[in-house]
Structures are given as structure tokens and as C-alpha cells.
């Protein structure tokens, strides 16, 4: 197995968990030699499998070489301006230096990919699925002048009049620029696989020019996840509770005396498991209930007696389920740096929620991931069966939906059946997809967001550049070792608290 080969499948792993949390995969060069061009190539490629669009990798590939190679191109042209003293954005200063820039930059490639490199000028790509939609973008931080931005729509508009390669090839030609031909066959790519000009975008900043493809996800693997989580919520009532831990609470309620409602919360605090069984009985009192300790002091003793006690249908024990445990333990620690964040952020005055409400947040937002980690055999057949229903996409289905993939979203739908508040519902399915939870919630959601990339990041599993930039802004953090210092005082407090150490690495 060559170096490449072997950085592939270390990196695989990587991909793999990035899909399933819906995370930005980035890749950054500076001048981009032919191995680099071959390895993001060979990590869209692994990235589409993930995805299960294996037979989009053909036409994607050309389509991303040709992105490369355009962002490559505008920033040689940056620094052949400069060093030619030319302004790139004065008219007559770009028709004069576009005469020889072709020329020059072929014959001396290496001395222009050298001030590239020292002009800080990146090519970066970013590869992201986000519920049903799939993102591949090239960004480079040359911005477009006029001319530019009016050669690219040119050719978005004049794309129509094609159906065909060899058309496009005989009709276009523009040496100075390459005749924008990458773009119209770009266009003819994506309707070759049933999509138009609409799913590519151009956008100009003042600080990048992004370069973005839009993909649906297949609408029957996605329609089949949907379906699935559902079914599997409604299939079978019931909450996958760890044997040890439930014996641990049953002696605290199964007294002859009063429950010691104390130490039944400190018990069921730390276990997501645990910790949703009251509220089932607590909404049907109060449909907004989302306080634990609230949910417990609703309840009478004989209730609480019931609910963690063998002869409760909803309960099922698990045993020796190491995967299951440590989504438990993720959940708890998600839940007290949540906690913690919460107290630290600037904006809390500004949130209706309180604490007690942010670390319950926290623990929940692995409730779909803790359902499908202890899903029973019967759960398994019967979701299995159905996705025998698609029988070109039922593999797919499944394996989007039990690895992860659809936890998130799982947790939302579990939680209106189990009938929290939607505003609830809502915050679960948002700190993986930012972008689209509305800005009135942005500062809060971001804080669940933030709590679970430390624990991700802290085992190892994701990357600082997958953290959101805005996120970080909000509590003043820029760097990496800024975002470690933050880190070091939430394990050390977890550990202190819960007496267990927070990081422990697979």
C-alpha cells in the first residue's frame, strides 16, 4: 500500500464520522502539485460513497478539477498582476496584463506558485451534507473583479444553447481566458445527471470567491431515512436503560418510606435514559414541562415508584452494550459543558431558557443516537423489513439511518412523540446545521453546538476547523490554542464533579 493509499484509509474513518454528524470536511493548498490535486480528488471520491452517490464520482471529478484549476489560475493572476505593477481591477491595466499572462505563468509556473504561496493565496475545498442537500465548494482568497464577474455570467447565460460537448468546444474560444469553457461544460455535467445551472453558484466576497455545487441527496434514500425514524420511534415505547443503572435508582424509590427526591435527581441527571422517563407522565400535566427537577417533584411517589420499577413496560434493560455506554457518557458530558458554556456566554441575560433548561438540552441531544445504540432485536427486524421495501435503495436506507446519520434528526422526532414543546424539538436538530436554525435561537443553539465539538474534538473524532467560526466568535475564540484553553477547565470541572475521566480515546 503506497503513502497515499495509507493517509486514505486513516482518513476514511474521519470522512465517515464527518458524514454522520453532518460536519465540513476542508482540504487547503497553496499551489496545488499534481499528488495534492490526486489526494482531494480521491477524498471526494470516499465522500460521495459516504454519501451513497457513488455514480456521481465520474462527472464530479471533472467538474472539481476544473474548480481547482480555475482558483490555481486566479491566483497566479494575482500575482502576476502585482509583480508586473498592474492594477487588476483598472480596465486597461487587465487587457494588458491578460496579453502575456497565459505565456508567462506557463514558462516560469513554479516562480508564480512561489509568490502565491507567500501571498498567503489559498485554494481551499469544503465538502458538507446537510440534511438533504449536499455541498461542494472551491474557495480561493482572490476576490473577482468586474470583468471577471461579467466573463463568468456571459457564459452562465449563453450555457442554453449547448446540448453537447463537441458544441461547446467548436463554438468557444478565448484564449486569453480559457473562453470560461470549464463552466459551460461544468453546466452540461450536472444536466447530464438530471440537474441545471441553478445548482451552481458563483459568490463574491470581500475576502473570497466561492465557487459552490449544490447536490440533492437521492429523494428515496432520504424519503426511506425519514420514513425509518418514524416507524422506528413508534414501533415499540420503550427506553434502553443500562441494568447496573437501573438498579442504582430502583433502590433509592423502592422504600417504604417517602422518595428521597434529592437523591433520585442526582441519580438520574447524569443518565439520558433515565432522566426521560418521568417527563413522559410530567407532560401530560404540563405540556411545556422541561425541567427535571420539576418533571420529578410533579409526580407522586407511587408514580416515581412505577416508572423505575421492573413491572413499568417502557423499561428495557441493557446489558454489556459498550457502544450504548458511551453515548450515555457523551450525552454527560455534552450536558455539563452546555451547562457551563451557558453560564459563561455573553448573551444569556437574552435567552428565555435558564440553566436547568441548557443542560437538559445538552443530555438530550443524543436522544436519537441513545435509541438507535440500544434499539432492540425486534426494533432492528422491523426497521430492516422495511427498508426491504426500496429494493434498489434499502441498503442505503438502513445504513444512513442506524449509523448516526439520522440521530439527530431521530431526537427530534422521538422527542415530539414523547410530546416535548417543538421550541425543544427545534434545538436538538440545530447544532449540526447552523445555517438554518432561525437567529433568534442562533446564540443559544450555538452553545449545544459548541459543547458537542469539545467532547468530538477532544477524542479525537473531528478537527478545530470544524467548529463554526461564529460560534467561537461569540465567546472571543480565534485560534486553536485559545479553543484548547477553553476546553482544559470543562474537562477538569467534569471530572471533578463526576468523578470519571472526560477523555477517553478510541
Known amino acids: ?87 487588476i481591477n483598472n480596465p486597461q491595466d487587465y487587457e494588458k496584463g491578460m496579453e502575456n499572462f497565459k505565456m508567462d505563468t506557463l514558462t516560469n509556473i513554479d516562480h508564480y506558485l512561489e509568490l502565491q504561496k507567500k501571498a498567503g493565496l489559498y485554494i481551499k475545498l469544503s465538502l458538507r451534507i446537510q440534511a438533504d442537500k449536499i455541498y461542494i465548494e472551491i474557495r480561493n482568497n482572490s476576490t473577482l473583479t468586474v470583468f471577471e464577474k461579467e466573463r463568468i455570467q456571459q457564459k452562465l447565460d449563453s450555457v442554453q444553447q449547448y446540448k453537447e460537448m463537441d458544441e461547446v468546444l467548436t463554438s468557444v474560444l478565448d484564449q486569453s481566458e480559457g473562453a470560461g469553457l470549464g463552466i459551460i461544460i461544468i453546466i452540461l455535467m450536472l444536466q447530464k445527471v438530471g440537474l441545471s445551472k441553478e445548482n451552481y453558484q458563483v459568490i463574491s466576497t470581500d475576502e473570497e470567491t466561492i465557487t459552490r455545487i449544490i447536490l440533492p441527496c437521492n429523494s428515496t434514500v432520504f424519503a426511506g431515512v425519514e420514513m425509518l425514524s418514524y416507524e422506528f420511534v413508534n414501533f415499540e415505547d420503550t427506553v434502553p436503560i443500562l441494568k447496573s443503572s437501573f438498579e442504582e435508582v430502583n433502590k433509592i424509590v423502592n422504600t417504604d418510606g417517602p422518595v428521597d ?35 420529578i417533584a410533579m409526580l407522586s411517589d407511587y408514580d416515581l415508584k412505577f416508572i423505575y420499577s421492573d413491572s413499568n413496560p417502557r423499561n428495557r434493560l441493557v446489558e454489556n452494550n459498550d457502544y450504548y455506554e458511551g453515548i450515555l457518557f457523551h450525552a454527560r458530558k455534552v450536558a455539563y459543558y452546555t451547562y457551563n458554556l451557558y453560564k459563561n456566554s455573553p448573551y444569556k441575560d437574552s435567552f428565555p431558557q435558564d440553566e436547568a433548561y441548557m443542560y437538559l438540552a445538552g443530555l438530550f441531544n443524543s436522544l436519537g443516537a441513545m435509541l438507535l445504540a440500544g434499539a ?39 422527542a415530539r412523540c414523547y410530546g416535548f414543546d417543538m421550541g425543544v424539538c427545534y434545538d436538538l436538530v440545530g447544532w449540526n446545521g447552523l445555517s438554518r436554525v432561525p437567529e433568534y435561537d442562533i446564540k443559544r443553539v450555538e452553545i449545544l453546538h459548541i459543547a458537542e465539538m469539545i467532547d468530538f474534538y477532544s477524542r479525537g473524532m473531528v478537527d478545530f476547523y470544524q467548529v463554526d467560526r461564529e460560534a467561537l466568535k461569540d465567546f472571543g475564540i480565534k485560534t486553536e490554542g485559545e479553543f484548547k484553553a477553553m476546553i482544559a477547565p470543562l474537562i477538569e470541572g467534569y471530572e471533578k464533579e463526576f468523578g470519571e475521566p472526560a477523555v477517553v480515546k478510541k
Open 1 to 87: 500500500m503506497d503513502e497515499l493509499q495509507e493517509q486514505l484509509k486513516i482518513d476514511r474513518e474521519k470522512i465517515k464520522i464527518s458524514v454522520g454528524l453532518q460536519l465540513p470536511i476542508e482540504m487547503t493548498t497553496y499551489t496545488l502539485p499534481r499528488n495534492t490535486e490526486a489526494y482531494i480528488r480521491n477524498v471526494m471520491e470516499i465522500f460521495l460513497e459516504e454519501c451513497h452517490q457513488d455514480h456521481l464520482k465520474e462527472y464530479l471529478n471533472f467538474c472539481l478539477s476544473e474548480l481547482l484549476t480555475n482558483s490555481k489560475k486566479a491566483n497566479t493572476k494575482r500575482v502576476y498582476f502585482k509583480e508586473k505593477g498592474l492594477d
Open 261 to 295: 427526591r434529592n437523591a433520585l435527581y442526582e441519580c438520574v441527571r447524569k443518565n439520558l435514559a433515565l432522566s426521560i422517563l418521568p417527563f413522559k407522565y410530567a407532560l401530560e400535566q404540563d405540556k411545556k414541562c422541561f425541567n427535571l427537577q420539576k418533571s
Open 376 to 414: 432492540g432485536k425486534n426494533q432492528i427486524e422491523y426497521i430492516t423489513e422495511l427498508a426491504k421495501q426500496y429494493p434498489e435503495h434499502g441498503d442505503n436506507i438502513l445504513d444512513m439511518f442506524i449509523h448516526r446519520n439520522a440521530a439527530t434528526y431521530l431526537s427530534m422526532v422521538a
